[in-house]
RNA sequence: GACCCCUUCGUCUAGUGGCCUAGGACAUCACCCUUUCACGGUGAAGACACGGGUUCGAGUCCCGUAGGGGUCACCA
């Protein structure tokens, strides 16, 4: 399973995601996962997932089954079939017997109050708090009877640890700094420390991409390469991504899942996009295909500092890739939308929202915005106006729709610019500005005082049924 | 507290010693376009955290200060 150092570093790039699955795929690791993913493909390297899930307890197949789908919505397919850590359980605990052989490893018979009495003292003295090291050469004979050890790495005492960060630069500690961390539990279940780098060293990853909550991980894991004679990959530490105000992300602003951006009405292509751009820049680029982000993408163009969340840029963003959308494929979005909220979009429905869309889409910047402003083509009659559009309809409006409404009904040609033609010199001979015989039309055809222009959706909407709007409009119930 | 990292407009960023009287994007404001709302166009306001060096010359290099972040488990 491993490979002498000389042909490891001839492979490929090989990147790889690894999140626990205790929640939802959060924003954070949608980037990281983006950043690995376009890093391997800028390469023409490979790009792993790998399920850390030994942490039973925390760990749930919903959050595994949610992790996917984010990823998958996000188009960041992976190359192989995802690794459970929890199954390589045995492949760790191996690792171990063998640093233990060779006198890399230890047994810690210390118990768990025993070093929490230990931190105390260390805290109380203003100590740093870390592992003294009392098992570290004690002689194993004066093991405690039928106490179950937990299994430390001898780290070096002395010296220190450097990094080549490809993105931190080079970075270094003491290794009075480190103390000797747990391999195995006393239960012989393997840390998260042990099985990350089993694990990258068996799949062969080449860099390892991650938050820089992991930059002083990376110190210990590198001790632990040494000590098992393998060479660490090369680490980049993606600098962390805060909320608005600068603090950790929340729950209360952008630690959502992909799914809940979804939700909002984001397309996948801009959530690629302002995920990009949130650390890394290529110049002044800001809106950029996938194509261009893989030829583009490389770890020198990440920055060091945080960035902050920022919903208004990403709106912004969505509403620049709705605009240049497909408009079938946009039509499907919005019926899919529709009918999750009850209204069913049949063919000829279908066709009338991709006949409007170019109308609906300059005017919206998410899916739920291009929802609401659609759902008014596909309504039955008789439509509900809105307390502004039944303003429209009153006094002066109703008798300028009344008389609009006969020379509507008389009009040869169902066509825009004769629709226009035709209102504008009504609205000449009245003596009314174009606004005061469109708004009120808009009102009747839309139930709203904001829609696309009026004579295009006058004549989406088709002779009958716009007659039919504005006969409705007039009834006096109304 | 210890260790590590970071610091250019409100936000994301360009910038790798002279091309910077610091550029772009989002947000904000104004004007134009206009049948509503948008789109679009034009313009305005807005930043090199601070203090010392190094250098002919510093946003760019060094040191310090301040502020922010991360990590300090038999969690991952």
Known sequence: MSFPVRFRKKMTVTTRFAPSPTGFLHIGGARTALFNWLFARHHGGRFLLRIEDTDRQRSTPEAVAAIFDGLSWLGLEADAEPVFQSARAARHAEVVADLLAQGRAYRCYASAEELAEMRAAQRAAGQPQRYDG???????????QGVAPAIRLKAPQEGETVIEDAVQGRVTVANSQLDDMVLLRSDGSPTYMLSVVV?????????????DDHLTNAFRQTQLYRALGWEPPVFGHIPLIHGPDGAKLSKRHGALGAEAYRDMGFLPEAMRNYLARLGWAHGDDEMFTT??????????????????????????LNAKYLRQGDD????????????????TVDDPGRALLEAAMPGLKTRARTLVELADSARFYLLPRPLALDDKAARQIEGEGRETLAALLSRLTDTPTWEREALEALTRSFAEEQGLKLGKAAQPLRAALSGSTVSPPVFE??????RAESLGRLADALEPSA
């Open 134 to 144: 009392r098992w570290r050469d004690r002689d194993p004979a004066e093991a405690p």
């Open 328 to 343: 079938a494929r946009l039509a499907g979005l919005v019926a899919e939308r529709l009918a999750g909220e009850g209204l």
């Open 457 to 462: 959706v006058l004549e989406l909407l088709g």
């Open 199 to 211: 694990d990258d060293h068996d799949m062969a990853i080449s860099h390892v991409i991650r938050g």
């Open 291 to 316: 194509e261009q982000a893989i030829q583009w993408f490389d770890l020198p163009g990440v920055g060091r500092s945080p960035a902050r969340f920022d919903m208004a840029k990403l709106t912004d």
